[in-house]
């Protein structure tokens, strides 16, 4: 198939690209690179030894995007391309919205004008907002959710999935991610965040660099079992791999799927601090803080429905995670930048 990555520079679209790349698929990206580097995806070519067709474009400009569909056949769309950073939407809720919403719809529009049929949706298990219970599954209740990032991720769902009823062959998966992490086991991509980093992962990898001083624990009185947060996190190959499958299962099914993408296993603070100074043989220092706001105690998924519908599960755990991490941070300090 001839699939267009929108976001494909990113961390999760530039693992997507690998797998995509390595099942003989074509694939197309278009990425303005405003989180991203054209470096990822030079990455991708050498990991993969195949050609990636790569487009500097905002995908809320339709024209042009129209055109990326004119010159080609693109047989289905993953719809990476997106703002992500929780604390800035808050801030800038407008631009949130406009870049999210606008990306989508123009997405649709392209797709409805050039006949594409298949689209798989990078949605995010804040949707779910807060817990009233655990694992989280496909069918619950969705939000309210906490951030304007989150409300843009429902709303695209909405959008999509209302497009979707007005085309009968139209077919679409909802992909909720829980907490992606990890790197490609080369160690040539990984997650390149530009400032301090917010997330857990990329943050203790920094404090195991030298680059920052100490992990600051966001609160250790929650009702877990050690007191810290505890989340479902999801290695990043497996979850390209999770696309890969979707895809597969989309070229025959018609309709709107939402489907969980995690491991439903939870996992706190601590014990990924753990298991990251053991594969890492590095101490990572810390200090326990107040809860962070709008924090939750508990997140994780029920991942069966991504087995039953197209045979997914994800197969590498903590330990993988921790490694591929610290080997995409200590081969490059300074992410794409060298
Ligand atoms: P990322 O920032 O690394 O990748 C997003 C890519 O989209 C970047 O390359 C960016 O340059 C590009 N982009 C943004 N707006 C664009 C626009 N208007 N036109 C063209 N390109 C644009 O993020 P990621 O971690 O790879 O996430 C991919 C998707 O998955 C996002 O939609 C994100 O919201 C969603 N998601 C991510 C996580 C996570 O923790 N990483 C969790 C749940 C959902
Ligand atoms: C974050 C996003 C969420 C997104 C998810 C996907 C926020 C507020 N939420 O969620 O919208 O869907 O990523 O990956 O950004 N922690 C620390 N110290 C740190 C950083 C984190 O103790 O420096 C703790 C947090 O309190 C939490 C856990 O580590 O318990 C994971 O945090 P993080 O990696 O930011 O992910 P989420 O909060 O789950």
Redesign the pocket.
Known sequence: MNILL?????????HTAVELLEAGHRVIT???????SPE?LERVERITGRHVTAYD?????TDRLCDIFAHEEIDAAV??????AVGESVKDPLRYYR??L??TISLLEAMKLYGVKRLIF?????VYGTPEKLPFTEDMKLGPCTNP?GW??LMSERIITDYAASDPEFSAILL??????GAHPSGLIG??PKDIPN?LMPYISQVASGRLDKLHVFGNDYPTKDGTGVRDYIHVVDLARGHRAALEYCAEHKGVQAVNLGTGVGYSVLEMVKTFAAVSGIDIPYQIEGRRDGDIAESYGDPSKALELFGWRAGLGPEDMCRDTWNWQKNNPNGYDG
């Not at 929108?6 to 530039?14: D, E, F, H, R, V």
């Not at 990078?122 to 804040?126: C, D």
């Not at 909720?176 to 992490?181: A, G, K, L, M, S």
């Open positions: 929108t976001g494909g520079a990113g961390y999760i679209g530039s278009a990425d303005n690179y405003s989180n991203s990822a474009i905002d995908i809320t400009n719809h990476f391309a997106g703002l992500k870049n999210n606008d990306g990078s949605s995010s298990a804040t990032y843009t991720k909720r991610y829980f907490n992606p992490v997650e390149d997330n």
